[in-house]
């Protein structure tokens, strides 16, 4: 698995252009389900209004620096219909709480905030195909050691294409993001593609099974080390790779309007940076 890298997150955006036919009538898939793990980028395609309360637990190599560790994450996204094609979207923010086994001291702190817009050029009954562009302002103050965890520059710009498609009970997605530093001597840019696919055993239970893939594309020259971070965390580190994860879990629908999720998540590729293991638990509570 050590060669996943830009190519297999080229063919993310492709299977993501594929799922979907030629623009139609406005009309939502008749179920949709979104990911539950990589909540930062792999972003749903369809325009709501909602919000959606996520927490991760993390858990760090112990072959990592610090000799192991673990990161709570709790965090609110938001998402605005304005139009029928087009959102507001509020996608990074929340309170981490780091643990070191070793060397480096703990600390807390807030994320970044990170915001946009998304437009859905394809609504169908049964596909959806959504662009968007968002900034993530360095405004954290997530630390240790006097060492940002969340990037030292002027933020991020990230461009993404998501799509999904229905097929009868299975739902498959695709997204590709391309996260720009806007300071790249301070912080790396990546590339990321995910892939997700559930299936509605009943009207209320959906297992489901996401591929996660992390490519570093522009090194940061910020730490002089041997790994990245992905998502809440980057070191802008002179020497990051490609890091491929799979998540399982499922979503439970409890109300109409409600859906919870939870999921396990760990690196697929030798190749494991600062990630060992992760779990998430969250709500989409719709408007």
Do not use: C
């Amino acid at each position: 698995m050590d060669d996943i890298g830009p190519k297999a997150l080229t063919g993310a955006a492709l299977a993501a252009a594929m799922m979907v036919a030629a623009p139609g009538a406005r009309a939502e898939p008749l179920r949709y389900i979104p990911p539950v793990s990589n909540p930062l980028f792999n972003e749903s395609p369809l325009i709501t209004t909602e919000v959606r309360p996520v927490f991760i637990h993390h858990d760090i190599p112990k072959g990592f620096l610090t000799g192991g560790g673990n990161v709570d994450v709790a965090a609110v996204q938001a998402r605005v219909a304005i139009t029928d094609r087009l959102a507001i979207i509020a996608t990074k923010d929340g309170y981490a709480d780091v643990h070191f086994a070793g060397v480096l001291p703990d600390d807390n702190g807030f994320a970044n905030i990170a915001a946009g817009l998304k437009y859905a050029l394809v609504l169908t009954d049964d596909a959806a195909l959504t662009v968007g562009l968002r900034y993530e302002a360095p405004l954290g103050s997530l630390k240790t050691a006097g060492i940002s965890l969340q990037g030292h520059g002027d933020g991020f710009i990230n461009v993404f294409a998501t799509a999904v498609k229905q097929f009868d009970r299975l739902q498959v997605q695709a997204s590709v993001n391309a996260n720009m530093a806007l300071d790249s001597d301070a912080d790396s840019s990546l590339l990321v593609g995910s892939l997700h696919a559930n299936y509605a055993v009943t009207d209320w239970f959906y297992p489901l099974v996401e591929f996660n893939v992390f490519s570093v594309i522009d090194h940061g020259a910020r730490m002089n080390v041997p790994f990245e971070g992905f998502d809440l965390v980057n070191f802008g580190a002179t020497d990051g790779g490609t890091v491929a994860t799979v998540a399982a879990g499922a979503r439970f629908r409890i109300a109409s309007n409600v859906l919870l999720g939870a999921a396990y998540e760990a690196p697929v590729t030798s190749r494991k940076d600062i990630t060992s293991w992760r779990v998430y638990a969250d709500a989409v509570i719709s408007f």
